[in-house]
């Protein structure tokens, strides 16, 4: 197969290096992304008198026929010709005759591929948003569900203070939430227009990217068309966003793993979504919540892959650059599939509010209300810290639980105390007193509810 640049070389090359260069094999996905560019640039070719109207109509209605043809699975994609944007225009050739070899003036397979780049990943982007939403919506209304159950919050993996369970699973809606506020901004600087810069150094053509622009729904044109080639800036944000996204899941698969065990015993996770073991009958593992743990570390080696490719590359365009796609591609696919199987996994999970609410009146958990108690009543929480911290340390020497107090053992810690605190030894009380702003309490859990709902609608 004749090489596009076949005439400046004498001979053909190397099946080897055909082989060894090739990105058919992974950049075909960027087909309909390829050839939705390729027709905005054909039809600005035939509005500038670049190409005639007839030879820019001849084009467009070729590439269509060549999606349809992609779309129907009939389309051949030959390794010889390297690369989606050389297949496509070689079919083009062959359906049109000679016209088809119009279609490459002004422009590069530089400023192309970029192009087309940035058209799958914003299509990509607002895809992964859509999902974050949907996950969103689901942990959202199993949260207004569970205004009622009580468990233990924790710091250091120890039992801290009583929370509720809906108040818990809040916190990943937030934490989606900023990770869909980072992919909207990102699309910001993705929602550039690179084609026109062509290799690297723009056109003695009087091309129209503005026209372009506006085919292809671009709010911005690239401003300086060296930079517009070597740029992959989009990429390195969009896995830094999709890093931070999975670190969210993975800590929250972390937390299923965690609940789902006999020591914890919070939830059972449905059969849909759990396996056995190949040698111990009783086993049931949570090992679709494992591999969105695991899979993070994919993701975080896909950014860090692409940042040592683009790191110190001399601009403009390098092959080197071939390999931004492998990594986004699997980063695509690795989130998506991620937020797939939580958000039909997360009804599929049996809360045991019985065993939690047991859980978050041990360990001592209501001690920070004593102090706040102590507060309350004029001791300084220096004080009041240490005064609890001694009733706690009474309560491990003598194995008792702070509920089992009497009231005479209490008052020998502080004069302050008096009957009136053995409500604020309950974790139900607890909760319900945490009424400051982003707090735990069934009033400000219902507000944050309300306010997701609001958000999250339509």
Known sequence: MKKPWAGRFKQRTS???ESFTE???????????????????????????????????????????????????????RSELEDIHMNIEAALVKKIGPTGKKLHTARSRNDQVTLDLRLYLREETRSI???????????????GEHLNTIMPGYTHLQRAQP???????LAYVEMLQRDKNRF??????????????????????????????????????????????????????????????????????????LWSTEEFKFIEISDAFTTGSSIMPQKKNPDVAELIRGRGGRVYGN???????????????????????????????????????????????????????????EGYSTATDIAEYLVK????????????GKIVLYCLTNQKA??????????????????????????????????SYGGTSPSEVMRQIRHYRKILAG
């Not at 009543?377 to 609890?388: C, L, N, S, Y």
């Not at 509920?403 to 319900?432: G, H, M, Q």
């Open 15 to 17: 099946c080897a290096v």
């Open 23 to 77: 990105s058919i094999s992974f950049d075909k996905r960027l087909w309909r992304h390829d050839i939705e560019g390729s027709i905005a640039h054909a039809k600005m070719l035939g509005k500038q008198g670049i190409i005639s109207k007839k030879d820019s109509l001849a084009i467009v209605r070729g590439l269509r026929e060549i999606g349809g043809e992609i779309s129907a699975e009939k389309f051949h994609f």
């Open 129 to 143: 948003i859509s999902l974050i939403t949907k996950l969103q919506r689901t942990i959202l209304k199993i949260s």
């Open 163 to 169: 929370v509720l369970l809906s108040h818990y699973l």
């Open 184 to 257: 909207e901004d990102s699309l910001c600087r993705m929602d550039v227009l690179p084609l026109g810069a062509c290799a690297l150094a723009g056109t003695s053509l009087p091309t129209d990217r503005a026209y372009v622009a506006e085919l292809l729904g671009f709010k911005a044109i690239a401003g300086n068309s060296i930079d517009a080639v070597s740029d992959r800036d989009f990429a390195l944000e969009f896995l830094a966003c999709a890093s931070i996204t999975v670190m969210h899941l993975s800590r929250l698969a972390e937390e299923l793993v």
């Open 303 to 361: 950014m860090f892959a692409l940042f040592t490719i683009m790191k110190a590359l001399p601009l403009s365009y390098n092959r080197d650059m071939q390999e931004d796609k492998p990594p986004v591609f699997d980063t695509v696919d690795t989130i998506k599939s991620c937020l797939e199987v939580l958000a039909e996994m997360f009804p599929e999970i049996t809360f045991n509010t019985e065993r939690m609410y047991l859980s978050a009146g």
């Open 377 to 388: 009543k004029g001791v300084p929480f220096r004080e009041a810290h240490e005064i609890t």
């Open 402 to 435: 702070l509920t089992c107090l009497k009231l005479k053992e209490l008052k020998s810690f502080s004069p302050f105390i008096a009957k009136d605190i053995y409500p604020v030894l309950e974790p139900s009380e607890s909760v319900r007193a945490r009424s």
